[in-house]
């Protein structure tokens, strides 16, 4: 079957969301194409959620760039679409004299790159904000912030979807080209075919094979944007801490460093992640999520450095999440983002190598994406363009309690728990299942309802929804996937129910 558009975005992550959003103001005919059952289940969910200032990235560079403006895009944009944004600030700090280069290097580079409000701090000022913390001096930005990053993902696509942007999920992109009148053919998996004026390539850790797959090449040797995976392995503690930690404090990174450090990071929800690690893995498997023994051990042994009322019952949880790197292990350190059409290759839109920062430079990339459409594209503006997502950002339980009797009073499923830690009511569940996009994996309604994230990891909401999926919406056995495909919950009945 063959589907046309104007625009054909790859990749349903933050990123691809953003610029799917942002072109949905326009009169254009926009799809996404996404390979897995649903947008964000890779990088933009498996990350810390900051935002960052932008005093961590190379005066004049695309991160550095893009970072500060996206950074003052988001209190907006989660205003709109209902998500969850704290300003809590950070505190990058030096423990020792060796360390303070490294405080005047970050400074002078977030001045530069115009990031508001930083101040160098001595231990006292130190500690007025963060009680306890350990260090001789840190560099102050206010302006860093936690948010969910599934949370925005999920949002822009939802409101991308509401603005008439379509979304083919399962579509794994299988081979592109480009006819001598300059429309593109991008054949994806289940024989959908689609046909564009403009193809954005926003794949992650795709985003170099795809590159190659259009014939993108750079350099005098004509090589292939290349992407090396970095994993980052984190824990997840128990809300038993939350409020321990006022701020975000992060060590002072080397100039090689493959990451920003591990350290301990609050949420918006409530519990503490310690993380994470930087390690290169396998090209061959850039989406091997594994977590390694070695590595969480480390990250127990740093997380009660730095807070040591920690108990072994506080750890409820791990994952990884992969970094898209443009530099080789030998190289360490990190590349400046690709943002840019492809040269030898009109119409074709490359992002290569959107790691870190960019859940936060994301809306400013769409800005840029954008304005490179609009060389080839009139970009008119629609009138019935819907900034607003409905909805409130957060969950019932929130929610003051007049206005929580309020809705159970128009709707009793805001007054049934399915999920007991998470306190998330059975109208929070239906929503989630019934999302615009469709999708309805395990793992899709999580990041929607926040159902299963707490203490008992989904062991007394999980028989619920599977009850619910099954009498309310006709699930069979075959059904019920946890993340992607392959990954089915049941192979079929114990016995016949009569």
């Known amino acids: 079957m063959k589907h046309s558009f104007n625009v054909l975005i790859i990749g349903g992550g933050v990123v691809g969301n953003a610029i799917a959003r942002e072109l949905s103001r326009f009169r254009l005919s926009t799809a996404v194409v996404e390979k897995e059952p649903d947008v964000c289940m890779e990088t933009s969910c498996r990350n810390s959620g900051v935002l960052h200032s932008g005093i961590n990235y190379k005066a004049g560079t695309l991160r550095a760039k893009t970072?500060?403006?996206?950074?003052?895009?988001?209190?907006?944009?989660?205003?709109?679409?209902?998500?969850?944004?704290?300003?809590?600030g950070k505190l990058t700090t030096a423990l020792d004299e060796d360390e303070l280069p490294g405080v005047?290097?970050?400074?002078?580079?977030?001045?530069?790159?115009?990031v508001p409000g930083l101040e160098v701090l001595n231990s006292s000022a130190m500690q007025n904000i963060?009680?306890?913390?350990?260090?001789?001096?840190?560099?102050?930005?206010?302006?860093?912030?936690?948010?969910?990053?599934?949370?925005?993902?999920?949002?822009?696509?939802?409101?991308?979807?509401?603005?008439?942007?379509?979304?083919?999920?399962?579509?794994?992109?299988?081979?592109?080209?480009?006819?001598?009148?300059?429309?593109?053919?991008?054949?994806?998996?289940?024989?959908?075919?689609?046909?564009?004026?403009?193809?954005?390539?926003?794949?992650?850790?795709?985003?170099?094979?795809?590159?190659?797959?259009?014939?993108?090449?750079?350099?005098?040797?004509?090589?292939?944007?290349?992407?090396?995976?970095?994993?980052?392995?984190?824990?997840?503690?128990?809300?038993?801490?939350?409020?321990?930690?006022?701020?975000?404090?992060?060590?002072?990174?080397g100039a090689k460093d493959a990451g920003l450090g591990i350290h301990l990071t609050p949420t918006v929800d409530g519990n503490i992640l310690i993380g994470p690690s930087a390690d290169y893995i396998s090209e061959e498997t850039p989406e091997d999520y594994k977590v390694t023994a070695p590595v969480l051990e480390e990250l127990r042994r740093e997380g009660l450095k730095l807070l040591p009322n920690m108990k072994m019952s506080d750890f409820i949880r791990n994952f990884a999440g992969n970094r898209p790197k443009r530099t080789s292990p030998a190289e360490g350190g990190n590349g400046d983002f690709v943002i840019e059409e492809a040269k030898g290759r009109p119409g074709f839109i490359n992002l290569v190598g959107i790691e870190s920062p960019g859940l936060t430079a994301s809306p400013a990339i769409a800005e840029m994406v954008r304005d490179i459409v609009a060389k080839h594209l009139e970009l008119e503006e629609k009138e019935n363009f819907i900034a607003e997502r409905p909805g409130f950002a957060g969950h019932f339980c929130e929610l003051p309690k007049e206005e929580q009797e309020r809705l159970i009073k128009e709707n009793p499923e805001y007054g049934e728990i399915v999920c007991r830690c998470e306190k998330i009511t059975k109208k929070e569940i239906r929503d989630a299942i019934e999302n615009p996009l469709g999708a309805r994996s395990l793992v899709s309604i999580k990041y929607r309802a926040r159902n299963g994230m707490g203490r008992c990891q989904g062991g007394f909401c999980t028989p619920r929804i599977v009850r619910m999926l099954r009498d309310e919406y006709g699930f069979k056995p075959d059904d019920y996937i946890f993340r992607e495909a392959g990954s089915n919950l049941f192979t079929g009945n114990v016995r016949e129910v009569d």
């Open 67 to 88: 970072a500060v403006r996206g950074n003052s895009m988001m209190d907006r944009l989660c205003a709109e679409l209902k998500v969850k944004i704290k300003r809590i």
């Open 104 to 114: 005047k290097r970050l400074m002078d580079q977030g001045v530069a790159n115009g």
């Open 130 to 253: 963060q009680p306890g913390i350990e260090g001789i001096a840190a560099v102050w930005s206010p302006t860093s912030a936690i948010i969910s990053p599934y949370g925005l993902a999920i949002a822009l696509a939802e409101n991308a979807h509401a603005n008439g942007v379509e979304y083919f999920l399962r579509s794994e992109v299988t081979s592109i080209s480009k006819s001598e009148d300059g429309i593109f053919t991008v054949v994806a998996s289940g024989g959908k075919v689609f046909t564009a004026d403009i193809v954005i390539n926003s794949a992650g850790l795709s985003s170099g094979g795809i590159s190659a797959m259009a014939g993108v090449k750079q350099g005098n040797q004509g090589e292939s944007l290349k992407i090396w995976p970095c994993r980052g392995e984190y824990y997840v503690l128990d809300k038993r801490l939350d409020g321990t930690l006022k701020t975000l404090i992060y060590p002072v990174p």
